[in-house]
């Protein structure tokens, strides 16, 4: 056996048991990035038992459509720390209001952010494409931030409106919201975080606090949204 393949065989092991623990959500990922030794912390801020329960919702809410709004169009359930975002495309009033009782209705949600779009036809397949693309974009775009930890971010893109979910500082509500408008193609970004102080943000640390950097300048692009408050995007 030749020795010097040794040490790359281990990391090769290393970063597979990695990449496992990272599928499973339970565990922080620590990946190095070669000779710069930079790491990225793939931390959720919730507890693994509160991830499990927001898909628990989502799943229940989905079962709930299916059974008693077959035909309402497409309504997809984003939970995040019990916080439901509500996007997609429904023929009526109607369906809107219906899809915002269930959803409130599922046990242990906290509120309901309902933004799902009144429209006469479900949009093509190939909007849906492109924002799946735009979603890849600003995921990407944070990754790129050395002042974010891009896997607290969940990123939700509908007929080009980012909605941005999360638990982050008011330091990072800006800083993402400024980096998701300067994605091309973004017509708006919608922030619906939940905010905590710098404070409460260090006992959520997996690692030493990065200096904190100065804001950088909006740059141009697409309007930002604020929520204002979880429950309801301000208009």
Same mark, same amino acid.
């Given at each position: 056996?030749?020795?010097?393949?040794?040490? $790359?065989?281990?990391?090769? %092991?290393?970063?597979?048991? #990695? %990449? #496992? &623990?990272?599928?499973?959500?339970?565990?922080? &990922?620590?990946?190095?990035?070669? #000779?710069? %030794?930079?790491?990225?912390?793939?931390?959720?801020?919730?507890?693994?038992?509160?991830?499990?329960?927001?898909?628990? /919702? @989502?799943?229940?809410?989905?079962?709930?459509?299916?059974?008693?709004?077959?035909?309402?169009?497409?309504?997809?359930?984003?939970?995040?720390?019990?916080?439901?975002?509500?996007?997609?495309?429904?023929?009526?009033?109607?369906?809107? *209001?219906?899809?915002?009782?269930? #959803?409130?209705? /599922?046990?242990?949600?906290?509120?309901? +952010?309902? @933004?799902?779009?009144?429209?006469?036809?479900?949009?093509?397949?190939?909007?849906?494409?492109?924002?799946?693309? /735009? =979603?890849?974009?600003?995921?990407?775009?944070?990754?790129?931030?050395?002042?974010?930890?891009?896997?607290?971010?969940?990123?939700?893109?509908?007929?080009?409106?980012?909605?941005?979910?999360?638990?982050?500082?008011?330091?990072?509500?800006? $800083? *993402?919201?400024?980096? *998701?408008?300067?994605?091309?193609? +973004?017509?708006?970004?919608? $922030?619906?975080?939940?905010? /905590? =102080?710098?404070?409460?943000?260090?006992?959520?640390?997996?690692?030493?606090?990065?200096?904190?950097?100065?804001?950088?300048?909006?740059?141009?692009?697409?309007? +930002?949204?604020?929520?204002? *408050?979880?429950?309801?995007?301000? $208009?």
């Amino acid at each position: 056996m030749n020795t010097k393949t040794l040490p $790359r065989r281990a990391a090769l %092991g290393v970063l597979a048991a #990695a %990449g #496992a &623990l990272g599928l499973a959500g339970c565990v922080p &990922l620590l990946v190095g990035t070669g #000779a710069t %030794g930079a790491v990225l912390v793939a931390a959720d801020r919730r507890t693994s038992g509160m991830q499990l329960e927001d898909g628990r /919702i @989502e799943q229940k809410f989905n079962a709930q459509v299916r059974e008693q709004m077959p035909e309402a169009g497409r309504i997809v359930p984003t939970s995040f720390n019990r916080v439901v975002l509500l996007t997609g495309e429904v023929r009526t009033a109607d369906d809107k *209001a219906r899809a915002q009782t269930l #959803a409130a209705g /599922i046990e242990n949600v906290r509120t309901v +952010v309902n @933004e799902l779009e009144v429209v006469p036809m479900v949009s093509a397949l190939g909007q849906r494409t492109k924002d799946a693309f /735009i =979603t890849s974009k600003v995921k990407a775009s944070f990754v790129d931030a050395k002042d974010l930890q891009a896997n607290t971010l969940k990123v939700v893109t509908e007929q080009q409106v980012v909605y941005l979910m999360g638990i982050v500082t008011a330091r990072e509500s800006k $800083r *993402a919201a400024e980096i *998701a408008r300067g994605v091309n193609d +973004v017509r708006k970004v919608v $922030r619906v975080f939940e905010v /905590i =102080t710098e404070d409460e943000l260090a006992r959520y640390q997996t690692q030493p606090a990065q200096p904190e950097t100065t804001d950088a300048p909006a740059a141009s692009g697409a309007p +930002v949204q604020e929520s204002g *408050a979880v429950a309801q995007p301000v $208009r």
